[in-house]
């Protein structure tokens, strides 16, 4: 099945630094890549995601890129805030009937004021 | 529009017990799926439902089940409860189809399960 490793466990980063977060899959027919931040006692929620067909997205200050060749994808947040603080978790789906999410093991992202 | 809804909250039971969570889809929301997130890890498919079927399944022992209604919403049962089913489950639905938005989860507030 599908593997999903995510580095750094632990990342902080001074107000206004960017931060940069990294996946990594097992499975070349995975072809959905959504990543999701996580606040402390709260639901995830979608923050940004990619298909296979591109190779980079953009949203205000998130971005995600996608490399299919070496089966990685990054996000980055520039102009980081305090409020950015939270966990992400990477995730990657491939196509079938479930369409289940293999999720990383998530990155505590700390913005320092 | 509503997003997805679960009880209880919270819930502390012993070993041995069984315990029923539940979930009210998202207004337009055809599929649920089940998620169980230990402390410090990311969630872990559990299994979806689609038309009050089974639609398939992470790895997990039988004396975990579900159930989806005709209403989309769904249940989550898990018997001879374990001291390693200590947990957050998440519920989280979808529209199921080929379009761009289809497919997107969303998730809910989970229910902290305690097994003592």
């Known amino acids: 099945g599908e593997n999903v490793e995510q580095h750094p466990s632990t990342l902080s980063v001074q107000e206004g630094d960017s931060a940069v977060i990294k996946c990594t899959y097992s499975?070349?027919?995975?072809?959905?890549f959504p990543w999701y931040k996580q606040e402390l006692g709260k639901r995830p929620q979608l923050i940004i995601d990619?298909?296979?067909?591109?190779g980079e997205k953009k949203d205000q200050r998130i971005a995600v890129t996608l490399n299919k060749t070496a089966k990685h994808f990054s996000l980055h947040i520039t102009e980081t805030q305090p409020e950015d603080s939270a966990v992400y978790f990477c995730?990657?789906?491939?196509?079938?009937?479930?369409?289940?999410?293999?999720f990383g093991s998530g990155t505590q992202l700390t913005v320092l004021p | 529009e509503t997003g997805v809804t679960q009880s209880p909250t919270h819930l502390i039971k012993t070993r041995g017990q069984q315990v029923t969570l539940r979930c009210s889809s998202q207004?337009?929301?055809?599929?649920v799926s089940w998620y169980q997130q230990a402390l410090g890890q990311g969630p872990q498919f559990i299994f979806q439902?689609?038309?009050?079927?089974?639609?398939g399944r992470g790895n997990f022992p039988p004396r975990f089940s579900g159930l989806q209604f005709p209403n989309y919403s769904s249940e989550l049962n898990v018997n001879a409860l374990e001291l390693d089913d200590s947990a957050l489950y998440l519920c989280?639905?979808?529209?199921?189809?080929?379009?761009?938005?289809?497919?997107?989860?969303?998730f809910g507030a989970g229910s902290r399960l305690t097994v003592l």
């Open positions: 439902y689609y038309r009050e079927e089974e639609n």
């Open positions: 995730a990657a789906r491939r196509p079938g009937s479930a369409r289940q999410l293999t």
């Open positions: 989280a639905s979808s529209l199921a189809g080929r379009d761009s938005g289809a497919n997107v989860l969303t």
């Open positions: 499975d070349s027919a995975s072809n959905y």
């Open positions: 990619i298909r296979s067909n591109v």
């Open positions: 207004s337009g929301h055809n599929t």
